[in-house]
């Protein structure tokens, strides 16, 4: 059993509430007092049926408001796989929320109506999975019952969505025609309703896209996040470097350099709790220790000799801005990239990005609150970064004002200049 | 070729010990908040993981409401003892005293709301910048929406909408003074997913954990373990019954379930079959109002 993380983009017109509600009320994760507490409000649909939109609402100040202002995490699982879903609001001035919820999904639900079609915000909720580098892409053609469960209604929209895929950058995408209000394809099949379709239904495909390749196993990066040394007797020189694998293996006997210093050594072991493993991959918390004392603290990174790496300070990104104050070429900010924090300056924005057509538009003095853009930046002290596109997990950093501290935008590296 | 392929809990335990290090790396004077209760005693399992042979960068801290379940705070005691790790204890009733604050009285009585007040005390006394707690999201709806890193102004108020975007798996953990961070290692793990990793480790649980008789009250169709702390009305029935606690908290606010579960496989068992979440079967504090979490929480609790 492994975990997938999916984030669903949507406003409640498209039924993304009814579909989360669905797939929870499904797979039996509805507790009767939660159940309780729905009908206690008195909100049914036309047929009687709870509105299974309500188990997704959050906060005393949405409700009153009935709005979503912020992603929820919502759990579920089956037999075959944990499920971590990060709901997002899906209207335009929450870009920033669906950017959050998306830098940590593997697959992205994206709802369209069948009486609608490919409207604006399809485009938008695809585009920024996309440039979020999501690898996996599930377009579900929601609302079949209201067109008559028609093949050809599914039929325009998957083409006319292809059309518009092409400037994608995504691997996988599957298209499925649901019915979240009546349960069509989502946990069950559709046999009666759509016997022309012979895919998966929603939580099928959920419980088999393969995750595991997901995992960069090639390049190795290793940011250290803390130095264990205990000073006891037992462990008197002990020196172990606490961090995760963010990318690649490593084990005994690997040839490392240390970065940014570039100080070159071999791994001793690979430990966890004071216990030796064989092997440690992406994504995995492990204690490094070396065979040489070199000098290490938080934020080094150590990679594989073999990759033959140099560190940057001025790179192309993309960024999402997040904060009401707008930013500006010169701008100074920290950037915190895994366990490394540095100031930053941002010396030129080439260009905006529309989220609705992946267009540029040049001659921006200004990025506003959820404009994405691409920038030059030059950082105070040197970075090991990858391309966003080449490993993601070595590719993103956020960006923090230096008074208030507020994460004000989030960013993707583009390209690195040496 | 080694297959590799990390199973849930492992992908889980990775991720609570990559926060929990960004915990020892980002903060000066961090801390444990240990309640004695299965989450947090998880917690402690994960700081073993994540700092050993090493000593913990911070200490266990408990808030001590005067009205634990007695087997609870033993635990509590050895486990300090055995791991040699600092345990600080704070009680609210000290803070009662010397606040000159009012005891809540009637029947739903309890100390859980005061607790905060010695919670903030406490983080003044030590100067403490980050304390880590062992709430999950899956517990409430208001903690659905809390981040990993979740920043308080310097009167411990969780505001929502203040909250700072959290994206891969960078955690922005500056703040200014007198602000402080609670950080939440297990927020993406389930009931059923610590329950699986108490299994999968064999962590010793407090045995109220398991099924026991006990004299309860019946309240609300809730059953109350009876003590001295327990707002008690004439007509109350105390009633011998074989129960367990699905949570551990405060006892005049932690309702007890009916049980026949005497081991993890037999607890795990019939959380599977129930049809009641763990708040909600066990937590009268919740019950009071239908945002009593969002409003505790904007108020500085956990």
């Known amino acids: ?418 | 070729m080694t297959k590799r392929y990390l199973d849930y809990l492992d992908q889980l335990e990775a991720e609570a010990i990559h926060i929990m290090r960004e915990v020892a790396g980002q903060f000066e004077k961090p801390a444990l908040l240990f309640s004695g209760g299965k989450d947090s005693i998880t917690l402690v399992r994960l700081a073993e993981k994540a700092f050993r042979p090493g000593k913990f960068p911070f200490p266990l801290v408990h808030i001590d409401t005067g009205h634990n379940f007695p087997e609870a705070i033993r635990y509590r005691d050895e486990l300090a003892e055995r791991l040699g790790e600092k345990l600080i204890v704070r009680n609210v009733e000290e803070t009662i005293k010397r606040k000159n604050l009012s005891e809540p009285k009637g029947r739903y009585a309890s100390r859980n709301a005061l607790q905060t007040h010695t919670l903030l005390e406490t983080i003044e006394e030590f100067g403490f910048d980050a304390c880590i707690g062992g709430a999950r999201r899956d517990e409430e709806k208001a903690r659905a929406k809390e981040r990993i890193f979740s920043v308080r102004d310097e009167f411990g108020q969780w505001d929502p909408k203040r909250q700072r975007p959290e994206l891969w798996n960078i955690y922005n953990g500056r703040i200014s003074k007198g602000e402080n961070v609670r950080v939440f290692p297990i927020s993406n793990w389930t009931e059923l997913d610590v329950w699986n990793y108490i299994k999968r480790e064999e962590i010793a649980l407090p045995n109220i954990y398991y099924t026991h008789e006990r004299e309860c009250l019946v309240r609300d169709g809730k059953l109350m373990a009876w003590s001295d702390f327990i707002y008690q009305e004439p007509d109350d029935v105390v009633v011998r019954k074989q129960v367990r606690f699905r949570t551990v908290g405060d006892m005049t606010c932690t309702a007890a379930v009916e049980s026949i579960a005497h081991d993890i496989d037999g607890v795990i068992a019939e959380i599977l079959e129930s049809k009641i979440s763990e708040r909600g079967a066990t937590r009268i504090d919740d019950k009071l109002s239908e945002t009593a979490m969002e409003d505790r929480k904007k108020g500085g609790y956990f």
């Open chain 1, 1 to 418: 059993m492994d975990i997938l993380r999916f984030i669903t983009a949507g406003n409640v017109d498209d039924g993304k509430s009814t579909l989360i509600g669905r797939l929870l009320y499904d797979t039996k994760q509805i507790f009767a007092d939660q159940l309780e507490a729905i009908e206690s409000s008195g909100r049914v649909n036309e047929d009687g049926q709870v509105d299974l939109s309500l188990l997704t609402d959050g906060l005393k100040a949405e409700r009153e408001q009935g709005i979503t202002i912020d992603v929820a995490y919502k759990y579920f699982s089956t037999e075959k796989r944990k499920f971590i879903i990060a709901d997002a609001p899906g209207h335009i001035q929450y870009t920033r929320n669906m950017v959050t919820g998306a830098s940590n999904s593997n697959l992205s639900i994206i709802l369209v109506d069948a009486r609608k079609g490919v409207q604006e915000q399809t485009r938008r909720h695809s585009i920024i999975s996309s440039l979020l580098g999501i690898p996996h892409l599930v377009i579900c053609i929601n609302k079949m019952d209201l067109v008559g469960y028609d093949e050809q209604v599914y039929n325009q929209i998957v083409e006319d969505y292809k059309q518009f895929a092409q400037k994608l950058n995504a691997k996988d995408i599957t298209f499925i025609p649901v019915s979240a209000l009546k349960g069509d394809n989502i946990v069950e099949g559709s046999e009666l309703t759509m016997p022309w379709y012979q895919g998966p239904s929603l939580l099928e495909h959920l419980e088999q896209v393969p995750v595991s390749q997901d995992f960069n196993l090639e390049n190795s990066r290793f940011p250290v996040q803390y130095v264990i040394r205990p000073l006891t007797a037992e462990h008197h020189d002990y020196r172990g470097y606490a961090g995760k694998v963010i990318s690649g293996t490593y084990k005994a006997g690997d040839k490392v350099t240390v970065q940014p210093s570039g100080q070159t050594t071999t791994v001793k072991s690979v430990e966890l709790g004071g216990k030796v493993l064989e092997e440690a991959f992406a994504s995995m918390s492990v204690v490094l220790q070396l065979q040489d004392e070199v000098d290490i603290s938080r934020g080094d990174v150590i990679v594989k000799a073999a990759d033959g790496l140099e560190v940057a300070q001025e790179f192309e990104a993309e960024v999402c801005w997040m904060h009401n104050k707008a930013l500006k070429p010169g701008a100074k900010l920290l950037l915190r990239h895994n366990s490394t924090e540095t100031r930053c300056v941002v010396r030129h924005i080439n260009y905006k990005i529309d989220i609705n057509t992946l267009d540029h538009l040049e001659d921006v003095d200004q990025v506003q609150l959820n404009d994405i853009c691409r920038v030059q930046i030059k950082t105070a002290a040197p970075l090991l970064l990858d391309k966003y596109a080449d490993n993601r997990s070595n590719g993103g950093f956020i960006l923090v004002d230096e008074t208030s501290f507020a994460t004000v935008g989030a960013g993707m590296v583009a390209e690195i200049e040496y």
